[in-house]
């Protein structure tokens, strides 16, 4: 028998796993059969936003408003809070990086920001423009962040300053990476449809 799921937000893939972030819980189901897996309650969290979980199974959740925060899950389901507030400007888009940092994207800037595993900011890089809502990270360590407030994506490559590759997206929404194609993939969401973007270059 499987759940009833209220509000679900934002999704992260690992390990053959798919999780959700849904009003303070965070749940994970089978990747192949769809079955629940299980499901971790978040004290404390009010809107739950953006996910990103590590290789060992750590889920790591933005939460949006009224307070941005960070937190951070074991995979034996223990949860904590990682960061409170600034850096954090309306917390969103959230992504594991090839080293095992967490990053995350804030809507009330531009800012992209990178923390250990302890919560600790190692790096902060700009966007082209704020707004932002969804991160991808390519193995590369290359970021892409795409604004739902401008409709744009911006590349930031490692020790380089942002581009934008792609704009005139109408709420260009959280995304993912279609290493098959080779595609970003862009829900827009007042459109019930999608984007795509080519990163061939």
């Keep these: 028998m499987g759940w009833e799921i209220s509000d679900p937000i934002g999704s992260a893939v690992r390990n053959g796993l798919l999780y959700t972030v849904d009003r303070g819980v965070v749940r994970s189901f089978d990747q192949a059969t769809g079955q629940?897996?299980?499901?971790?309650?978040?004290?404390?969290?009010?809107?739950?936003?953006?996910?990103?979980?590590?290789?060992?199974?750590?889920?790591?959740?933005?939460?949006?408003?009224?307070?941005?925060?960070l937190y951070?899950?074991?995979?034996?389901?223990?949860?904590?809070?990682?960061?409170?507030?600034?850096?954090?400007?309306?917390?969103?888009?959230?992504?594991?990086?090839?080293?095992?940092?967490?990053?995350?994207?804030?809507?009330?800037?531009n800012a992209v920001l990178t923390f250990n595993s302890d919560g600790e900011l190692i790096r902060t890089e700009y966007a082209h423009?704020?707004?932002?809502?969804?991160?991808?990270?390519?193995?590369?360590?290359?970021?892409?962040?795409?604004?739902?407030?401008?409709?744009?994506?911006?590349?930031?490559?490692?020790?380089?300053?942002?581009?934008?590759?792609?704009a005139g997206i109408p709420s260009a929404a959280s995304m993912c990476y279609d290493s098959i194609q080779h595609q970003l993939v862009i829900p827009m969401n007042n459109n019930n449809s999608l984007a795509f973007v080519d990163l061939d270059d």
């Design 129 to 166: 423009e704020a707004g932002n809502d969804g991160l991808v990270i390519l193995d590369d360590g290359t970021k892409y962040v795409s604004s739902v407030r401008f409709g744009s994506v911006s590349r930031i490559r490692p020790g380089q300053e942002a581009e934008v590759i792609a």
């Design 72 to 109: 951070k899950v074991t995979a034996d389901g223990q949860p904590s809070l990682l960061v409170d507030g600034e850096p954090l400007n309306v917390p969103n888009g959230v992504a594991i990086d090839p080293d095992g940092n967490v990053v995350v994207v804030n809507i009330g800037d």
């Design 36 to 69: 629940p897996r299980d499901a971790f309650a978040v004290p404390g969290s009010t809107f739950l936003n953006g996910i990103g979980v590590a290789e060992d199974g750590t889920i790591y959740a933005s939460n949006t408003r009224p307070e941005g925060r």
